[in-house]
């Protein structure tokens, strides 16, 4: 069972553009909620990364916005950029565990 | 450089043969956690450790074995590997439990395993 449910599975935007990926959550015990970035070969790397007191934080072209009571987060990419093409992933962590979501293949078209 | 190892980064092999991927950090780090990564299920958690000799199941432990004997290695065994095992294998590893963006989880580059 998917802890994390993460949309669209895949992404294009022009240059310029805002993607946004989308996650949900059931386990309310989740306290910690990171964004990380893949590219080919590559491992993650984590993004940006919010906790449920807080509702939106940006860093950089990145927002998070968090909707605790809707159980529900998503990334915002402002100004999006072809380096930006990548797979980003969600995930939500309680003590010492993560669970990540399934992903999404975004490509930003120049 | 600040890194996380992981070899072999490609292993083809076949059922039941033992085998061990090693990961390595040398950033003094306590937690170190190995995931899978599969098409269309993300990154899935399979062992992590606190710290050496402290080492607990993530969310899919089955069939698989770790060990922390050291404090900068921590390698993932499959005593007998099957084909269900196939998948991209990404070490990480972190100061306390990777969940301050000042100290997060630095992953290793993969090791793509093919269990025939």
């Known amino acids: 069972q998917q802890q994390v449910k993460q949309s669209p599975q895949s992404l294009i935007v022009q240059k310029g553009g805002i993607p946004i990926i989308n996650c949900a959550y059931e386990?309310?015990?989740?306290?910690?909620f990171p964004w990380y970035q893949q590219f080919p070969g590559k491992g993650p790397a984590l993004l940006i990364a919010i906790r449920p007191d807080v509702s939106e934080k940006k860093e950089g072209r990145f927002t998070i916005s968090f909707n605790k009571s809707a159980k529900q987060f998503s990334l915002h990419i402002m100004d999006s950029q072809p380096g930006d093409s990548a797979t980003y992933f969600c995930?939500?962590?309680?003590?010492?565990?993560?669970?990540f979501g399934t992903g999404t293949s975004l490509t930003v078209i120049p | 450089e600040a890194q996380v190892t992981q070899n072999p980064r490609y292993l083809i092999t076949v059922t039941g043969k033992k085998l061990t991927v090693t990961c390595s950090q040398n950033?003094?780090?306590?937690?170190m956690s190995w995931y899978r990564q599969d098409p269309g299920l993300g990154l899935r958690q399979i062992y992590y450790?606190?710290?050496?000799?402290?080492?607990d199941k993530g969310d899919v432990p089955e069939g698989y074995k770790v060990s922390r004997k050291e404090k900068r290695n921590f390698p993932l065994i499959l005593e007998s590997p099957s084909p269900n095992q196939t998948s991209l294998y990404f070490c990480?590893?972190?100061?306390?439990?990777?969940?301050?963006?000042?100290?997060?989880?630095?992953f290793g580059d993969g090791t793509r395993l093919s269990i025939l």
């Open positions: 386990n309310t015990a989740f306290d910690y």
């Open positions: 950033m003094n780090h306590e937690y």
């Open positions: 990480a590893s972190s100061h306390t439990r990777g969940r301050l963006e000042s100290q997060p989880q630095h």
């Open positions: 995930a939500a962590s309680t003590g010492n565990q993560f669970y």
């Open positions: 450790s606190m710290n050496v000799e402290v080492t």
